[in-house]
């Protein structure tokens, strides 16, 4: 039964990481993998390294040094898995890396190779910046013949399209990887996952300036065969002839770029090469070339500080209107806060008044009902001696007529009581009436004092983000002129003076 992935590493002295590298792959959360590891004639203990493993799922060969190419193509004849995956003796890949690409293979048969965003790291594993390479394949397929755009170490390829492209070709000392790529990408589609699932070792002496032009040379040279194939159906090396390795001239701008970025950070390997005859043309246009993106770096960083400079306006301005504005809440609340007191005072004393005399009038009904309680009782005593003497005396009918007149008019008076209280209480409810109004009106206010409030953060929050906009701006400006001045001012003296002498060298010897 073969496993679903085939790991192909090759080793060459890499015993400083490797350890860290062959356990990422061992620690992989997808299991079903054969591990082939091709120690390509290492000197150093990588042997002894690779030995002391006894994982089952390795497949570790001895063998002479033979190069990258060829050890890569030893490793893909061993392999027996449905998808190919790499990985390099000095870089890491993470735990879920296999799984979520195979996963990826699984669902889209018609992707024929698959590699992930990767983060690069230092000598101690620090990550120091990302790779945000593009995803899509039309995006991908559209770029490629511009520059390699995977990460070898992060690819998983599918055996089908290996098989059609035909592996690595010899020819290709360096960049084999992108010459396989542009081939699978003519009969397949591509795609990167945005997951960073690889960790890419830059290391400060890895790259020697021989070794970078040696690679930009051979990526020109894949990328003008992919061009060969697509007008013509074969390339030079399919017809047997080994091709001339293109001048630095027919290099795509993105290589270009890529040369001109690693000589501006270093400087003295420029000066090597034009000291050199067989460099110093090509060395001539990359000088050239720095010097001018220098002028436009420049020009850049000063539309750059005429922005900022803008933004500083812009947010004095704001200042201004905040300040303004905040000024004008707080006499708005003052004067109405002072408002709503004197009212409040006003309508309290009010209410207080009006209190007392509902209090009073209360009082005065209770009297009033217990004089007239009084005065019933005494009619009703008065009625039982009038049935008894009613015979006996007129005069006492008088008496019980005046008895009588009295107890209406006390009626009268305790109507007349009770409007009263009813008018007092009508009084006070129209105040507690307006007490409401009041207490809505101080509720509107505080809404509109909130509401400026709100106003108040917002523009403080433009400002916060102007100010942050302008810190960025200021740090941009700042790294790259560091940058410039690290390469073209703190070391001009190291660059122009041996510049100078060799080029009144070379016009001496012309």
């Known amino acids: 039964m073969y496993p679903i992935v085939s790991v192909v590493m090759s080793v060459y002295n890499g015993e400083k990481y490797l350890r860290e590298s062959v356990e990422s792959i061992l620690n992989q959360t997808f299991s079903d993998f054969e591990f082939i590891i091709i120690n390509d004639g290492s000197t150093d203990v990588s042997r002894e390294i690779l030995e002391s493993y006894h994982d089952e799922r390795i497949v570790l060969v001895h ?3 033979v190069g990258l190419t060829r050890a890569l193509n030893k490793g893909l004849a061993l392999a027996k898995g449905k998808y190919i995956a790499r990985q390099d003796a000095d870089d ?7 799984e979520k690409q195979v996963a990826f293979m699984e669902a889209i048969p018609s992707v024929g190779l ?5 983060e690069f790291i230092d000598e101690n594993g620090t990550i120091v910046r990302t790779s945000p390479l593009p995803t899509e394949n039309s995006i991908l397929q559209d770029q490629l013949i511009s520059i390699n755009l995977f990460c070898h170490a992060s690819v998983v390829i599918r055996r089908e399209a290996l098989e059609k ?14 010459d396989l790529w542009l081939r699978i990408a003519e009969q397949y589609e591509i795609a990167n996952l945005t997951y960073m699932l690889v960790q890419y070792r830059e290391l400060p002496d890895a790259i020697s300036a021989e070794k970078i032009l040696l690679q930009s040379r051979y990526a020109c040279a894949a990328a003008e065969m992919a061009r060969q194939r697509r007008e013509t159906g074969t390339d030079a090396l399919e017809q047997g002839n080994i091709p001339p390795l293109p001048p630095i001239e027919s290099f795509s701008d993105l290589l270009q770029k890529k040369l001109t970025n690693y000589y501006a950070r270093h400087p003295l390997e420029l000066i090597t090469g034009l000291s050199q005859d067989t460099q110093q043309e090509e060395m001539h246009f990359l000088f050239e070339k720095i010097c001018s993106e220098h002028v436009n770096y420049t020009a850049t960083c000063n539309k750059q500080e005429g922005y900022i400079k803008w933004a500083d306006t812009e947010i004095k301005r704001k200042d201004e209107r905040i ?9 708005v609340i003052k004067e109405k806060d002072g408002r709503i007191g004197q009212i409040t005072n006003q309508k309290n004393e009010l209410i207080v008044k009006k209190n007392l005399q509902i209090k009073q009038s209360n009082q005065q009904l209770i009297q009033n009902d217990e ?7 005494e009619l009703a005593a008065i009625e039982t ?12 009918t008088r008496e019980v007529m005046q008895y009588a007149a009295e107890i209406n008019e006390l009626e009268n008076v305790k109507e007349q009581l009770i409007s009263e209280n009813n008018s007092i209480t009508a009084d006070k409810d129209r105040l507690t009436f307006e007490m409401n109004q009041l207490a809505a009106e101080r509720d509107q206010l505080t809404i509109e004092r909130d509401q400026l409030a709100v106003e108040k953060n917002r523009l403080g929050t433009e400002k916060d983000q102007l100010s942050a906009e302008k810190y960025r701006l200021e740090e941009v400006v700042r790294q790259r002129e560091e940058q410039i001045e690290g390469i073209l001012a703190s070391k001009s003296w190291q660059i122009t003076a041996p510049l100078r002498s060799a080029l009144d060298l070379f016009k001496k010897e012309s």
């Open 63 to 65: 063998q002479e040094n």
């Open 92 to 98: 890491i890949s993470r735990p879920e890396r296999l």
């Open 114 to 118: 698959l590699g992930t965003r990767f």
């Open 165 to 178: 492209a035909g592996g690595y070709r010899d020819f290709f000392r360096y960049s084999q990887d992108y």
């Open 323 to 331: 300040k303004e504005k905040y000024d004008q809440i707080a006499q």
């Open 371 to 377: 004089q007239l309680r009084q005065k019933r009782a």
């Open 385 to 396: 001696r009038l049935q008894i003497a009613l015979q006996e005396n007129e005069g006492k």
